[in-house]
């Protein structure tokens, strides 16, 4: 999304709000899982789902279908975040709310200049 905001709209303003959200993505990550907490749980060889795919992967409808495909994506991810980091006790899952709705505005704002 950064990068569409960035290369394909040219829109400064839009771009920079996607870097500082990705940060904070990252930031509150580490505040709800610091270092290496979450590492053990990656099992790439023995992940059930690598294998898993729909017929829709495979096909986008141009550009505004790949951005639409990594907002959902993004969205999907920090409602997870949301919900995994209430398990935790530094209370980000606040912030990944936050963050996911400022991703359902990103979307309509990515939607309407495409």
């Known amino acids: 999304m950064e990068?569409?905001?960035?290369?394909?709209?040219?829109?400064?303003?839009?771009?920079?709000?996607?870097?500082?959200?990705r940060h904070d993505v990252t930031a509150a990550l580490e505040r709800a899982f610091p270092g290496e907490a979450l590492l053990p749980a990656r099992d790439t060889p023995g992940d059930v789902g690598k294998r898993l795919s729909t017929a829709g992967e495979e096909a986008r409808m141009g550009?505004?279908?790949?951005?639409?495909?990594?907002?959902?994506r993004a969205q999907e991810g920090l409602r997870v975040l949301e919900?995994?980091?209430?398990?935790?006790?530094?209370?980000?899952s606040q912030t990944f709310k936050a963050l996911r709705y400022a991703a359902y505005e990103v979307e309509s704002e990515l939607a309407s200049s495409l």
């Open 3 to 21: 990068d569409v905001a960035r290369f394909v709209l040219d829109d400064a303003a839009l771009a920079g709000r996607l870097k500082s959200m």
């Open 63 to 72: 550009l505004p279908g790949v951005v639409r495909a990594n907002v959902r």
């Open 83 to 92: 919900e995994l980091s209430k398990l935790a006790p530094t209370g980000e």
